[in-house]
Every structure is written in C-alpha cells, then in structure tokens.
C-alpha cells in the first residue's frame, strides 16, 4: 500500500486548491470582520504642505463629505446640487493651489503661465463650439435622412425595432 504523501502528490491538483480554499476563506472572514478600511481612514480635511508655513486643505481622499454621502442615495435635485456644490469647492480649491504656485514663479514663468492659461481657456471655448456645431449637424442629418428611412416598430432586428426603406 502507498503512502499518503505519494497519493497526495498524484493530486496534487487537489492540493492546490484545498490551499487555495483555506486562504480565501480566512482571508473572506478577516475582511468581514474588519471591513472595507473606510471606517479606519482619519476623518477631516487632509493638509498639503506648500512650503513657507502655507497650507492649503484639501477634501479628505477617502471621501468624508457628508453632503456628498447623504445624497448618494437620493437622485434627484439634491443630489445634483450636492454634486454641483463638490464641483464649485474643488475648482476653487485648484483655483486656489494654482494661486499659490504662481506667486512662487519668476516673471518669466508668470507669463508663459498666463500664456497657456489663456490658450486652453481659448480651446475650451473652441472645443464647445464645435460641440454645439457637431451636435446641430447630427441633427440636420437625422431629420434629412429620416424622410427616407422610416423606421417602425416591431419584433424584428435586434433593438426590437426594423428599419423599411420607402
């Protein structure tokens, strides 16, 4: 008769995944017992050390803000100004820490700094507007071709609807 040792290496297989069953499981109740961290995360504004005693506090990276949080279950006009309201605080915070990395540059950066500045303002706006143009195209298409495409409803094709050329 052989040794266990020796069947087991015939199974070895077996060996693998019995390993690999015992260590999610623990691993599964570890996490279950001690969560997802979020509890352990230090609460509060987080602080960034900007040199010469300045600081500027930042929103806490674990996501801690009440507003946002409570409003997570509720969409809806709530909701959307929550989001809003997040939106304004961190453009003013960026606005902020931006504020403060330009006075720490010489004359010459300050003007290639207002320089790009001023450049991606420009190409946002164009980047809008030809958002707007694309979006007044596709529509222009949409109503020249569907005088001759109709399109109905039924069973067929496979969004539930078929299209019929007239």
Not at 41 to 57: C, E, R, Y
């Amino acid at each position: 008769m052989k040794s266990i040792w020796t069947r087991m290496w015939r199974r070895r297989w077996l060996v693998v995944v019995g390993t690999m069953a015992i260590f999610l499981s623990v691993g599964a109740a570890a996490w279950a017992a001690t969560g997802d961290g979020a509890e352990n995360a230090a609460p509060g504004p987080a602080a960034l050390a900007l040199g010469d005693g300045v600081a500027l506090a930042l929103a806490d990276a674990a996501g801690t803000d009440q507003v946002a949080l409570a409003a997570v279950g509720k969409p809806g006009p709530e909701f959307r100004e929550a989001l809003k309201e997040k939106r304004e605080q961190r453009i003013k915070r960026i606005e902020a820490l931006m504020k403060l990395v330009r006075e720490k540059m010489t004359p010459e950066d300050q003007a290639a700094y207002d320089r790009l500045v001023q450049t991606a303002k420009d190409q946002r706006a164009a980047l809008q507007q030809a958002k707007e143009n694309l979006g007044t195209t596709l529509k222009d298409l949409r109503d020249l071709t569907d005088k001759y495409i109709g399109v109905e409803s039924s069973t067929g094709g496979p969004a539930g609807t078929s299209t019929t050329v007239q």
